[in-house]
């Protein structure tokens, strides 16, 4: 669990080189002391983590929130959905759980209009 902001610098060698970004779930980085608009427009890929045995409603409407001001910022952001604590289900609990957050979270980007976001 991160249970605050940690950024990790990734430079190998000269063909290597980023930052991994890693925000908690409680921080709310659309607060006004953060610099969401700096944060996304640099970004080449959010990674955005659900917890697969929690009520997951919440986690979907922050996903919506995120990647929406997050494409609205950048547009060439790569966006993916991992699905997190799935090994304790099972194999049918795990394809439901997979294709009611898929429907769920592109139902609402639909709903705003974004379908042009692939998540």
């Known amino acids: 669990s991160t249970n605050k902001i940690y950024k990790d610098d990734i430079s190998g060698s000269s063909f290597v080189n980023f930052h991994i970004w890693d ?7 659309f607060d006004p002391t953060f610099d969401y608009e700096m944060i996304f427009r640099g970004t080449g890929a959010l990674i955005f983590v659900i ?10 409407g922050r996903l919506h929130l995120t990647v929406s001001r997050a494409f609205r910022v950048n547009p060439e952001i790569n ?5 997190h604590k799935v090994d304790g289900l099972s194999d049918d609990h795990k394809i439901e759980t997979q294709r009611d957050i898929h429907q769920r979270a592109n139902d609402d980007l639909a709903d705003a209009s974004l379908e042009k976001l692939h998540l």
């Open 23 to 29: 925000f908690p779930g409680q921080v709310d980085f």
């Open 51 to 60: 917890d697969a045995q929690d009520d997951y409603v919440e986690a979907l």
């Open 79 to 83: 966006f993916e959905v991992f699905i």
